[in-house]
């Protein structure tokens, strides 16, 4: 069965701080998809990134960097030079695939709550 | 972009009633979901929904949840006998293939008096 476990309940930083949300998966499948989704205080599910199980290569988008590494089974969040306003709760997820494009469902962590002071 | 459009955004419904969650999927997709979300808590998988059918549920999703896509463009999620722990926020969310990832729509929050 597939698990995804964020260890960090909750995190709290002062703007301008680099902060690293860690996500740990286990899955028995070869092919599969990992996901970070952020959830503001509103509620809605905003999508961060998805990354394939054949593809290593760490990510970069503005502040936002991604480092998986299939050996540790680990998919981390980077945030560089916090703001405020990346304060959320912050899910990993993962999915298995299966032949035709579809997948199961997403298996989601409990969340890290971040918390960026000012 | 286009969107997964919930409605209603927050329902309030007595216990022992049935409730309808409505869901419109974005268009062209083929793949259709149903997440909860009890209140601080992490997001829990229901169903997925592909070909006009059931293609895998949770062992949340019992006899009292069904799902149904009753035209082209609705996707349903309905309890039949809610209970106070039914209360949650439940996610609907659409996929043209897992390869190109999961749109969440923003959700309906259910609460169970």
């Known amino acids: 069965a597939q698990k995804v476990t964020q260890a960090q309940t909750e995190i709290s930083v002062v703007e301008k701080e680099d902060v690293t949300l860690d996500c740990v998966y286990e899955?028995?499948?070869?092919?599969?998809?990992l996901f970070w989704y952020k959830q503001p205080p509103s509620g809605e599910l905003v999508f961060l990134i998805r990354?394939?199980?054949?593809?290593?290569q760490n990510e970069i988008s503005g502040r936002y960097s991604w480092n998986f590494q299939k050996s540790t089974s680990s998919f981390n969040f980077t945030i560089t030079a916090s703001q405020v306003v990346d304060s959320a709760v912050y899910f990993c997820?993962?999915?298995?695939?299966?032949?035709?494009?579809?997948?199961?469902?997403?298996?989601f962590g409990k969340g890290t709550h971040l918390i960026i002071q000012p | 972009e286009p969107e997964v459009t919930q409605t209603p955004s927050h329902q309030v419904t007595q216990m022992g009633q049935e409730v309808i969650l409505r869901c419109v999927p974005i268009?062209?997709?083929?793949?259709f979901y149903w997440y909860r979300q009890i209140l601080g808590q992490k997001v829990e998988f229901l169903v997925s929904?592909?070909?006009?059918?059931?293609?895998?549920k949770s062992e949340i999703f019992d006899d009292q949840f069904s799902v149904e896509r009753p035209d082209g463009s609705n996707f349903t999620l309905k309890i039949r006998s809610t209970k106070l722990e039914d209360s949650a926020m439940y996610f609907c969310?659409?996929?043209?293939?897992?390869?190109?990832?999961?749109?969440f729509g923003s959700g309906t929050r259910l609460t169970v008096v």
């Open positions: 929904f592909y070909n006009n059918e059931i293609s895998e």
């Open positions: 899955t028995r499948d070869t092919t599969y998809y």
């Open positions: 997820a993962l999915s298995e695939a299966y032949s035709g494009g579809g997948a199961d469902g997403l298996t």
């Open positions: 990354r394939n199980s054949f593809d290593e």
């Open positions: 969310a659409s996929s043209p293939s897992v390869i190109y990832g999961y749109t």
């Open positions: 268009s062209n997709h083929l793949y």
